[in-house]
């Protein structure tokens, strides 16, 4: 699969430029095939410590660059990234398992991010502070300093620049370890992209590695914000790390999301939109629909159509743009959504669909007759698992959706909006969605997760004002016997 713009980075990592990494090599391999694809270079510390010193120097300069000129740079990252969409959306399916819509959506948005973050760096960050003794008194915002990203392999470039692009646009150098399993399509092409966009060298380095090593990022003292996307128990982990050495820690965590679907709609738009909410790539996203609330009244008739949804699916090989269903990531999470559903039924669940996978590609599945300790419905499964639970009450619904340890998002389907609304207020999650699945994102919108969905501050927007500066307060006073 090696074409011209990959021969820079083949078995290498980005440290201001191409080079040998210190940890050796991996290869890259497609999981629809098992097919290796072409092979990175691996971090080991001597990297990391070269980055960070690269990072300092690097952003020391850059944030003396006025505004309007990081911008600038920030919108041609975004024009180089969408003139090069074809070849990234091709690694995204690839290396990543994802379908030809699923790769083009994080595509599109990473492009989108990329503009939204040439908007932030020319935003007001100062605010005049009212006094009474005269003096001029006012907050203004500074970078942070040198980030530090770890990000997964589900939506690896969406998550990477969501944290990189605004990071970089207010002034910050960003270190980036992407997950191995997608070094190319979360780093290597992001690193190529902000090469040929002209990126001042140190301000990005993209260093691919394991565990190991990303504990050495977030502990290292030469990073003051952690941008970590993953597990809550890795989160947990990380936040305690970067707590070490005082670096703030932005946490994007796991989530179970409910989806509560009141009488009054139509069973047919509902079933679709908890099918996406539940299959769409896989299941693997932090927001997918976990758990489906279903008003006893309508539950059978939601349940066979949404089966039928997902048996209607088409699986295969994502390079098919008629394929609907991708390969889970690898061996190990596969084994993990069928181990849970493999328990689920176990314990008493009733399996109406799927619960059968051939190599890497399972098959989506609906779980009936679960209660609040299946284990399919209590944990994040990370897979095209929809467990439906029926409801009497809204009362029931509302103790149903806050009894988990997430709080990521939530999906509310109802005829009434007003009374979709007063429900949300009632269940704490990051997001709320009314008459839509739980799956969504903006550039421009404060994402973020409450409970053990997680911690820090949010991402999008504003919000990123927040994340990746520092607020510092200035006095101003006539100097003494001036006049």
Same mark, same amino acid.
């Given at each position: 699969?090696?074409?011209?713009?990959?021969?820079?980075?083949?078995?290498?990592?980005?440290? $201001?430029?191409?080079?040998?990494?210190?940890?050796?090599?991996?290869?890259?391999?497609?999981?629809?095939?098992?097919?290796?694809?072409?092979?990175?270079?691996?971090?080991?510390?001597?990297?990391?410590?070269?980055?960070?010193?690269?990072?300092?120097?690097? %952003?020391? %300069?850059?944030?003396?660059?006025?505004?309007?000129?990081?911008?600038?740079?920030?919108?041609?990252?975004?024009?180089?990234?969408?003139?090069?969409?074809?070849?990234?959306?091709?690694?995204?399916?690839?290396?990543?398992?994802?379908?030809?819509?699923?790769?083009?959506?994080?595509?599109?948005?990473?492009?989108?991010?990329?503009?939204?973050?040439?908007?932030?760096?020319?935003?007001?960050?100062?605010?005049?502070?009212?006094?009474?003794?005269?003096?001029?008194?006012?907050?203004?915002?500074?970078?942070?300093?040198?980030?530090?990203?770890?990000?997964?392999?589900?939506?690896?470039?969406?998550?990477?620049? +969501?944290?990189?692009? *605004?990071?970089?646009?207010?002034?910050?150098?960003?270190?980036?370890?992407?997950?191995?399993?997608?070094?190319?399509?979360?780093?290597?092409?992001?690193?190529?992209?902000?090469?040929?966009?002209?990126?001042?060298?140190?301000?990005?380095?993209?260093?691919?590695?394991?565990?190991?090593?990303?504990?050495?990022?977030?502990?290292? *003292?030469?990073?003051?914000?952690?941008?970590?996307?993953?597990?809550?128990?890795?989160?947990?982990?990380?936040?305690?790390?970067?707590?070490?050495?005082?670096?703030?820690?932005?946490?994007?965590?796991?989530?179970?999301?409910?989806?509560?679907?009141?009488?009054?709609?139509?069973?047919?738009?509902?079933?679709?939109?908890?099918?996406?909410?539940?299959?769409? +790539?896989?299941?693997?996203?932090?927001?997918?629909?976990?758990?489906?609330?279903? +008003?006893?009244?309508?539950?059978?008739?939601?349940?066979?159509?949404?089966?039928?949804?997902?048996?209607?699916?088409?699986?295969?090989?994502?390079?098919?743009?008629?394929?609907?269903?991708?390969?889970?990531?690898?061996?190990?999470?596969?084994?993990?959504?069928?181990?849970?559903?493999? %328990?689920?039924?176990?314990?008493?669940?009733?399996?109406?669909?799927?619960?059968?996978?051939?190599?890497?590609?399972?098959?989506?599945?609906?779980?009936?007759?679960?209660?609040?300790?299946?284990?399919?419905?209590?944990?994040?499964?990370?897979? *095209?698992?929809?467990?439906?639970?029926?409801?009497?009450?809204?009362?029931?619904?509302?103790?149903?959706?806050?009894?988990?340890?997430?709080?990521?998002?939530?999906?509310?389907?109802?005829?009434?909006?007003?009374?979709?609304?007063?429900?949300?207020?009632?269940?704490?999650?990051?997001?709320? +969605?009314?008459?839509? %699945?739980?799956?969504?994102?903006? *550039?421009?919108?404060?994402?973020?997760?409450?409970?053990?969905? $997680?911690?820090?501050?949010?991402?999008? $927007?504003?919000?990123?004002?927040?994340?990746?500066?520092?607020?510092?307060?200035?006095?101003?006073?006539?100097?003494?016997?001036?006049?």
């Amino acid at each position: 699969m090696t074409s011209p713009s990959t021969q820079n980075w083949s078995n290498k990592v980005y440290l $201001g430029n191409w080079r040998a990494g210190s940890g050796g090599v991996q290869d890259v391999v497609e999981p629809a095939t098992g097919q290796t694809l072409d092979t990175v270079g691996l971090s080991g510390v001597e990297d990391l410590d070269m980055a960070v010193d690269l990072a300092r120097t690097a %952003q020391s %300069q850059w944030a003396l660059v006025p505004q309007e000129d990081r911008a600038a740079m920030m919108r041609h990252v975004g024009e180089t990234l969408r003139a090069a969409k074809d070849e990234v959306v091709t690694w995204l399916i690839r290396e990543g398992g994802g379908t030809h819509e699923k790769a083009e959506f994080e595509t599109d948005l990473a492009i989108r991010e990329c503009f939204a973050a040439a908007a932030l760096a020319i935003h007001s960050t100062g605010d005049v502070i009212s006094t009474d003794s005269g003096e001029l008194t006012y907050s203004v915002r500074i970078p942070a300093g040198v980030l530090g990203v770890i990000t997964p392999f589900n939506a690896p470039l969406q998550l990477a620049v +969501h944290s990189i692009a *605004p990071a970089i646009a207010l002034g910050n150098a960003a270190i980036l370890k992407p997950d191995p399993r997608a070094a190319v399509s979360g780093g290597m092409m992001l690193a190529m992209i902000c090469e040929q966009a002209g990126l001042p060298a140190g301000l990005l380095s993209v260093l691919p590695g394991g565990a190991e090593f990303g504990e050495a990022l977030v502990a290292h *003292p030469g990073i003051d914000v952690i941008s970590f996307t993953g597990s809550t128990r890795a989160g947990k982990a990380v936040g305690q790390a970067a707590a070490s050495h005082l670096a703030k820690a932005h946490l994007e965590l796991g989530g179970n999301s409910a989806l509560i679907v009141l009488p009054g709609v139509d069973i047919d738009w509902a079933a679709h939109l908890g099918a996406r909410g539940s299959f769409f +790539h896989q299941g693997q996203i932090c927001m997918a629909t976990g758990r489906h609330l279903v +008003h006893e009244s309508i539950i059978d008739a939601y349940v066979a159509r949404l089966a039928q949804i997902g048996e209607s699916l088409l699986i295969g090989d994502p390079t098919n743009q008629e394929v609907q269903i991708g390969p889970i990531i690898d061996e190990r999470q596969r084994d993990r959504v069928d181990s849970l559903v493999t %328990q689920s039924v176990a314990a008493g669940a009733t399996l109406v669909s799927g619960g059968t996978f051939e190599g890497l590609f399972y098959r989506p599945t609906v779980l009936t007759d679960v209660g609040p300790t299946t284990p399919a419905y209590t944990e994040e499964v990370f897979g *095209p698992v929809a467990c439906v639970r029926s409801f009497a009450t809204e009362e029931e619904a509302i103790a149903m959706a806050c009894d988990s340890e997430y709080g990521l998002t939530l999906g509310i389907l109802t005829p009434d909006i007003a009374r979709g609304l007063a429900l949300a207020e009632q269940i704490p999650t990051g997001a709320v +969605h009314i008459n839509d %699945q739980t799956i969504a994102d903006s *550039p421009l919108a404060p994402m973020g997760g409450v409970r053990a969905s $997680g911690s820090g501050s949010h991402f999008g $927007g504003t919000a990123n004002l927040d994340a990746f500066t520092e607020t510092r307060w200035v006095t101003v006073k006539s100097a003494h016997g001036a006049g």
